[in-house]
Structures are given as structure tokens and as C-alpha cells.
């Protein structure tokens, strides 16, 4: 079986990676497309663990890929502040559009507003009376893909769950999900960059449409909600409103998509934690969940600037400068995980930082963790053996990591 992160070191071995001049290879989509840098992490953290970038394509900004220096920045909003962007973006493009208009990219105390808001959703209450449903979709999902044998992964089941729950979350009507479906498997999947964009222009369309109506007649959805939700006696302008469900969307299909596929890739690659998992399944799937988030650790990175002059790891950041968090390093940490590139389904304590930490820590999490459950549930319950059936593909972003397609070639369980 392949270990990913032994054979992408090798590769970078090859290249010669530990040198400070590779770090600017981490905002390189292409670095990507071959797995993740692990090796030119690993050198960092070893050597460089808070360094800085000089200004190109992109602005100037620190890096950080140490566990420590990274939960200190997500932990403490006031100093770090998501208003201005979380995501590394080319100069060129100038400012996010989300700037202090959603969820994510808002500080204390506008971001409690909108986190208060949409929370409620989230909660073990409400997520229990999906679970039925949820479980349902996972087990026809997982019945497709077994009838057609050969498929690909990500699209054919892990893309499909994460999207109809989303959109029954939002209200988005039976009739128009597929095309919801569509434009957002294109949003990420199209070959090229000019029809992923025209595919997230056709659901921001969407989604302002969708707000007006609900606007006039509200439902019992989250888009309602934040349609009716008012900030200092004001409705929120709907461009807004837009951005926050396009980011639900987003936030909401892409990493559980990421996560489920790396993690079935993970398990195929290490066949004794297969096992594992199938013959004590209730036993073992919330360990094994944590081990899948923290070793596909899809959000590649997460950036924060600083309110203030800081001292991080030794050096000095000062006020206004961008500070970038590699989660995905994070998580390889040994000062923190024994054996960080071992796929370990018992391990424990895991606390990584795959979903964040802090104010924004992730407020899908039990939702995603519903998700991976039931899919890998019906895997375990519907398929006999799968394989790997051509060469999985890789995402060439710097922002999310992962797949972008895993042939799999599945046959059925047989019942006695
Ligand atoms: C494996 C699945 C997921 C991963 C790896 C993931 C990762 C993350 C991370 C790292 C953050 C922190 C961002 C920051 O600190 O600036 C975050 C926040 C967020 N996530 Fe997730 N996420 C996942 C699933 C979901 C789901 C299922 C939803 C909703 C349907 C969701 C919605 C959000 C939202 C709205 C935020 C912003 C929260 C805030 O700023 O207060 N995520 N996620």
C-alpha cells in the first residue's frame, strides 16, 4: 500500500526542498496536484516556523506551521482579526468581497450576531431530528454507487450527501436541486478555472433570488432567517445575505467532500485500519472520524491580520501584517501527535485543528461528522471490497486540499 506523505517527501527529497527558498512553492497551486508538501512543512516547522514572505503575486504575509503558534492565532480574535480575509488572495484581486459582510470573515461583536443566528442549526437538537433522513440519503447514495460498480468517490457519494443537506438547510426547493447540484459540483470540479467561476456566478444568482423571495414570504429555513436578521434596527443589504448562504454552501459541501474521500483513500491505502473500523464499527468510528479530519485536514490554510504588534514564535509581527496558519502542517505536528504521519483510527487524545479553533471553530463540525458517519455506515454495510480502480487525481489549490476524483471499483456484500 502507499503511504501519500512518504512518497510526496520523496519527491521533494528529490527536489531538494530544504532550503528557505521552497517556501514560496506553498502558494503554488501545482505544488498541490501531487499531494501535499509534507516534506517542506516538516523542514519548516524544524527551521523556519514563523517566516516571511515577501510580496508577489501575492501580498507580504508570515507563515506559521507549527501546532502552537497556530491555535495562538486562531484562538485570539482580538489580536488576529478575520474581517479583511481569511483566505490567501493575489494582489490583482484586490479585497474579499465577504470583507466584515459574512460570517467568517466578521470580528467581534457583528460576528456573534451572525453566529448566534445560524448556530441553533447546528446543534446536536436539530441535527438529531436529521439524523433519520440523513442516513436515509446515505444509505441510497451508497446503494447507487454499489449498482454501478465503477465510479468515482467523490462525485458519485461523497459529493452527494453534504449538498442535499445543505440545501434542505436552506430551503432550497426539491425542483431546483439539481441545478444547485450542478453548479456546485462545477464550482469546484470543471476542468477550468473560467467554468468554475461562471458556475459559483449561476448560484450567487441563485441564492439572490432565493433571498427576495424568502424576503416576502419567509420559511421555516436559514435562508429565511438570515433574510429577516437586522443589525443596528437595519435588514442585512441582500448582497450580503447572499454571501453568507453561498459560503454555507461552500463551507458546508467542499471539505465534508474533501474529508469523506480522503478518508476512504486513507482506508484503502491501510487495509489493518479497515478492518479495524468494519469489525467494531460503534466503537471505533469517533476516533476514527477525528483521525480522517485530521489526516486529510482539507482547509489548507487559514490567514488572520494583526490589530496590534505581536511577538509569535520569537519574531515580530507588527500591526496590519497578514499571518497565515498551514492547518494541514498543524495537524503533522509531533510536538503534539505521536507519530503524526502514521493514519491511526484509535488514536486519541486528538485535538487537531482540521475545523479550526477558537471563535470561528467550525460550526458545521458535528454536522460534518454526522455526514462521514453515516456514508462510511453504509459502506461498511453495503460493500464487500473496494479497490482503487485508476489514479486518484488531486486538487491544485491552496486553499483546499484533497481529491478531485478517486476511481473506486466496488462489489456488494453478499448477505448469508
Ligand atoms: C470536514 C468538514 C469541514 C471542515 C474541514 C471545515 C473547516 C473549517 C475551518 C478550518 C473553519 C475555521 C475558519 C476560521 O477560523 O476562520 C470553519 C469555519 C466554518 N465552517 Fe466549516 N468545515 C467543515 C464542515 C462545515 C460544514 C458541514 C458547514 C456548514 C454546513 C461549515 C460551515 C462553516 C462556517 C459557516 C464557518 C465560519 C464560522 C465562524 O466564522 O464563526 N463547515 N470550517
Not at 439524523?131 to 451508497?142: G, H, N, Q
Not at 433574510?227 to 443589504?237: K, R, S, V, Y
Not at 471490497?385 to 486540499?401: K, M, Q, T
Not at 481529491?403 to 471499483?409: E, G, M, W
Request: hydrophobic share 40%; net charge negative.
Amino acid at each position: 500500500m502507499i503511504d501519500t506523505s512518504t512518497v510526496i517527501d520523496g519527491i521533494h527529497a528529490v527536489h531538494g526542498v530544504h532550503d528557505v527558498h521552497d517556501i514560496g512553492r506553498l502558494v503554488d497551486g501545482e505544488t498541490y496536484r501531487h499531494g501535499n508538501p509534507f516534506g517542506l512543512w516538516r523542514w519548516m516547522r524544524e527551521n523556519e516556523p514563523v517566516v516571511r514572505h515577501e510580496p508577489g503575486v501575492f501580498p507580504a504575509f508570515w507563515s506559521l506551521t507549527r501546532f502552537d503558534e497556530v491555535k495562538e492565532v486562531l484562538r485570539d480574535a482580538e489580536t488576529f482579526s478575520s474581517s479583511s480575509g481569511i483566505l490567501l488572495r493575489p494582489l490583482a484581486q484586490g479585497e474579499d468581497p465577504g470583507s466584515n459582510r459574512t460570517l467568517a470573515l466578521s470580528d467581534p461583536p457583528r460576528h456573534q450576531l451572525l453566529r448566534g443566528a445560524v448556530a441553533g442549526w447546528f446543534a446536536p437538537r436539530n441535527l438529531r431530528r436529521l439524523s433519520d433522513s440523513l442516513d436515509s440519503a446515505a444509505y441510497s447514495i451508497v446503494r447507487s454507487a454499489v449498482a454501478a460498480s465503477r465510479i468515482d468517490f467523490v462525485g458519485d457519494v461523497a459529493a452527494k450527501l453534504p449538498i442535499e443537506v445543505v440545501c434542505s438547510f436552506l430551503g432550497v426547493p426539491d425542483e431546483d436541486r439539481p441545478s444547485l447540484v450542478q453548479w456546485s459540483t462545477d464550482a469546484f470540479c470543471a476542468g477550468t478555472a473560467e467554468d468554475r467561476s461562471i458556475a459559483h456566478l449561476e448560484i450567487l444568482d441563485y441564492f439572490g433570488d432565493l433571498v427576495e423571495r424568502r424576503r416576502a414570504t419567509p420559511g421555516e429555513d436559514l435562508v429565511s432567517v438570515l433574510a429577516g436578521l437586522t443589525h443596528q434596527g437595519e435588514h442585512l443589504p441582500v448582497d450580503e445575505v447572499v454571501l453568507n448562504c453561498d459560503n454555507l454552501l461552500v463551507g458546508g459541501t467542499e471539505n465534508v467532500r474533501l474529508a469523506m474521500s480522503g478518508g476512504m483513500l486513507a482506508l484503502l491505502e491501510h487495509p489493518e485500519q479497515w478492518a479495524l473500523l468494519r469489525d467494531d464499527f460503534d466503537t471505533v468510528v469517533n476516533t476514527a472520524i477525528d483521525e480522517i479530519l485530521r489526516w486529510t485536514s482539507s482547509a489548507t490554510h487559514i490567514m488572520r491580520r494583526a490589530t496590534r504588534d505581536v511577538e509569535l514564535g520569537g519574531r515580530l509581527i507588527r500591526r496590519g501584517e497578514l499571518v497565515v496558519c498551514w492547518l494541514t502542517s498543524a495537524n503533522r505536528d509531533p510536538a503534539h501527535f505521536p507519530d503524526p504521519d502514521v493514519f491511526d483510527v484509535r488514536r486519541g487524545p486528538n485535538r487537531h485543528l482540521a475545523l479550526g479553533a477558537g471563535p470561528h471553530y467550525c460550526v458545521g463540525t458535528q454536522l460534518a461528522k454526522l455526514e462521514i458517519r453515516a456514508v462510511l455506515r453504509e459502506f461498511f454495510a453495503q460493500v464487500g471490497d473496494a479497490a482503487v480502480d485508476g489514479e486518484p487525481e488531486y486538487l491544485d489549490s491552496i486553499v483546499v486540499n484533497g481529491l478531485r476524483a478517486l476511481p473506486l471499483r466496488l462489489t456488494p456484500r453478499r448477505t448469508e
